[in-house]
């Protein structure tokens, strides 16, 4: 007969135990991995050499400030509810205490942007582009971050996380040709059971949201941030016809955003069932909605703007003064 969650949860807790006595100022460690690499504090084995489209192709450093606090009986009680309706899904649940892994696609070029750098590396109030969502994701109950990106790109990220702590791993791993395919590389370095797919290009989502569409994609099993459309919009007779074929009635009509949020082995299947069937899309969801599956739209906000132009730069800008963001010091 198998043992109660309670039982199986001992060792975990007697090491638990034994951990919280120590200064957490004098154990903090952060851990990221190259992919391919062992969990432990690493240097890259190769120097990244630099590239004419990249400021300073040097590797990063060492990372630090790793910590891991956990309340016992808090912890015990969410693990096995995790691990029971893990079990009655077929997956298993985080030891770590998470669900969910964070799939951000930062391998893009950016060409609309006009500029010399991939238009996520340009500094947004002082920092890049793609670590403002990189933090909202780092200080959320994401359990792990892919980090798809050029290798040459990769010490923004590094160098960051070494001037911060965090609770999740951050791996890497390079783009492809396509988003389809970036997004299929992510997704093979996730250990999580969902996966939430985000475009680094979108620096404004706020924590509140990616929790909301997190929660909407486990009871739902796929989800996404969206918005209603404001504008009416009009359907052309044909991809180069400048004339109107139909007007859908606007309070149907969404536009999404990221992240999108969907079980890991669902959006699987739907790789599987695109290549089979030689299928293209451009967001993740879509490949659930082939499937004949269903997705749930979870209301976002307005400000989730995608950074394609200068003059968007400008509105981002103005968005994170009203939050207050405050520019970092160096």
């Known amino acids: 007969m198998e ?5 199986r949860l001992l060792p975990i807790l007697v090491c638990s135990a034994v951990v919280l006595h120590v200064p957490w100022e004098s154990e903090k460690r952060l851990n990221f991995i190259a992919v391919g690499q062992p969990v432990r504090d690493i240097r890259p084995t190769r120097m990244v050499q630099p590239t004419s489209a990249s400021p300073r192709g040097r590797a990063p450093g060492l990372a630090h400030g790793f910590a891991v606090p956990m309340a016992l009986a808090g912890a015990a009680a969410a693990f096995a509810a995790r691990s029971q309706r893990a079990r009655a899904q077929g997956r298993t649940a985080c030891a770590s205490g998470g669900d969910v892994g964070v799939v951000l696609l930062s391998a893009g070029v950016g060409k609309r942007m006009g500029a010399s750098i991939p238009k996520q ?15 909202t994701f780092l200080d959320s109950s994401a359990a792990e971050i892919v980090v798809v990106c050029a290798d040459e790109w990769q010490y923004v990220f590094k160098d960051h996380l070494a001037k911060r702590s965090a609770d999740c791993e951050v791996k890497f791993t390079n783009g492809g040709n396509e988003r389809q395919d970036s997004v299929r590389n992510g997704l093979a370095e996730l250990t999580t059971p969902i996966a939430a797919i985000h475009d680094a290009a979108r620096p404004l989502l706020t924590k509140e949201e990616f929790e909301k569409v997190v929660e909407d994609a ?9 918005v209603r459309t404001k504008a009416t919009i009009k359907q ?12 859908p009635k606007r309070k149907l009509l969404w536009e999404a955003h990221t992240p999108q949020v969907i079980r890991a082995d669902l959006l ?5 069932h695109a290549e089979k069937e030689g299928l293209e899309v451009t967001d993740d969801v879509s490949l659930v909605e082939l ?12 400000t989730n703007i995608k950074v394609t132009t200068p003059e968007d730069i400008a509105v981002a800008e103005t968005i994170l003064k009203q939050r207050g963001f405050v520019a970092p010091s160096d």
């Open 3 to 7: 043992k109660p969650a309670a039982f």
């Open 121 to 135: 590396y340009i500094k947004l109030m002082g920092l890049e582009i793609a670590l403002h969502s990189f933090d």
């Open 218 to 226: 486990r009871e739902h099993d796929a989800a996404l941030l969206a």
């Open 236 to 247: 052309a007779t044909g991809p180069k016809d400048s004339f109107v074929a139909a007007t």
């Open 268 to 272: 699987r299947k739907g790789f599987e």
């Open 291 to 302: 499937l004949g599956e269903k997705v749930k739209l979870t209301e976002g906000e307005y």
